[in-house]
């Protein structure tokens, strides 16, 4: 029965997003290479910012996702915290970035959360029930969302067929976060920890890889390769249809391989990090099939991860019974010991 009612919410939440992407079709960003705005630190200003998309060398991830400005928020306000963000876009509103914060009553633990693209609504329940356990939960906004966005459109802004437009949001949203987790350390907590669902998982993912001082990473049916999250998402078609006539899924991969978590496996077979999975069997959004491979090399590497495989689709890993079973999965993940 619960099975039944999943597909019947992520059929409910696909014809939502396929509507909306209706509505919004005439203000979708079409194709563009412009790798000059993935690497522009501001903008209005680095025009001409050079750089290749073309992802050969570790190296130049790790350079590429380097922190740029001192972790300092700019305000601290009851349970919110402001900060400044290291890329400065065009959109002010996009500029600043606020976390909300639940406080776990100690300096044990922290989580920093990341949202799923096209979120409208925070994760309160879930901030709440890992607070009340001792762990502080962090929300972070992504680029674009909540009160970074200026209207209802500008999530597409995030994501989109500009694949220098979107290598450059995703980089923000890592160095967003890379500064809430330096800054929970200049707190003195003693272990960070991140999770993410869909897209916002792919941004923990990054920021687990490139971030020493996390311990523990979970990724919640997260896209491993953009690329392919693009070409076999039931709710990218659209999408795919902007970027198709101009490239093959072999070209967008090395266009997009400095945010694909598959070219970053290697930063998560880091010692000291722990990270889990959480799939759902029915996803048609975020497929299973790319959190395979990456899960099989870090098992080849001996970083075996924890793996938690739900008789769900993609948005119903949220309804219950499957949002409390993650839940408490999770709990136990995290109260574990770091290997």
Known sequence: ???YLARRHDRKYILRTLQRQRRTDHRSIGFGYDASLAFAV???EDRYASGELTFTELSKGERFFSPILPSEPLNEKGNIVLFQSDITS?????????CRVTGGGSKEHALVVFHHWYARNRFSKFARFFAARGITVVEATL???FSRGSDDYSEEKFFNANLGRTVRSMRQAVLDGRKIVRWLHSQRYRKIS???MCLGGTVAGLIAAQEEMVDKAVLMVSPMSPADFVWTAETMKSLRGRIEPAMSLKDLRTAWGLISLEMHTWGLTRPG????????????????????RVIEVLTKCNRSPEVLRLNCGHSSVGIFPYNMIAARKMLRFFKESPT
């Open 90 to 98: 065009i959109d002010d509103d996009n500029n600043t970035f606020e």
């Open 143 to 145: 680029p674009y969302h």
């Open 194 to 196: 991140v999770v993410g």
């Open 1 to 3: 029965m619960f099975r």
């Open 273 to 292: 990090l722990d990270v889990m999975f959480v799939l759902g069997r029915d996803d048609t959004i975020a497929r299973p099939e790319a959190s395979d």
């Open 42 to 44: 501001n903008e209005a």
